[in-house]
């Protein structure tokens, strides 16, 4: 009898918590930024830890870079190369701008 109790106060719970497709926006929003996404010729789908995002295939994907500038994404800091997407989550390395290579985490 104590585990039914439990676990239907868990299930109780478990339906408080807020969706975290939504982070706290409106359905009407999400639909907003899932067409202005599709105009933009992008995918909105599950990225990094916290939601979705409007992810973009660019045209230089895997070119040579030397700086940030060189990309319409990042330029890689470990291969000097295009990213295929923006915007990238996880840990890298990149190039900035003035050509000095960081390493950095997006979640």
Same mark, same amino acid.
């Given at each position: &009898? ?11 719970? $478990? ?7 939504? &982070? ?58 295009? $990213?295929?997407?923006?915007? &990238?989550?996880?840990?890298?390395? &990149? ?13």
């Amino acid at each position: &009898m104590k585990s039914l109790i439990l676990f239907t106060g868990l299930l109780a719970l $478990s339906a408080c918590q807020e969706d975290p497709e939504m &982070m706290g926006k409106t359905r009407a929003e999400i639909r907003a930024e899932q067409k202005e996404c599709d105009a933009k010729g992008g995918s909105y789908e599950r990225a990094g830890m916290f939601g979705k995002a409007c992810i973009i295939k660019t045209q230089d994907a895997g070119k040579s870079c030397k700086t940030g500038k060189d990309c319409e994404g990042i330029c890689f800091g470990d291969t000097h190369t295009c $990213s295929p997407v923006t915007p &990238m989550f996880g840990c890298f390395s &990149m190039v900035e701008d003035d050509g000095k290579v960081v390493e950095l985490c997006i979640d």
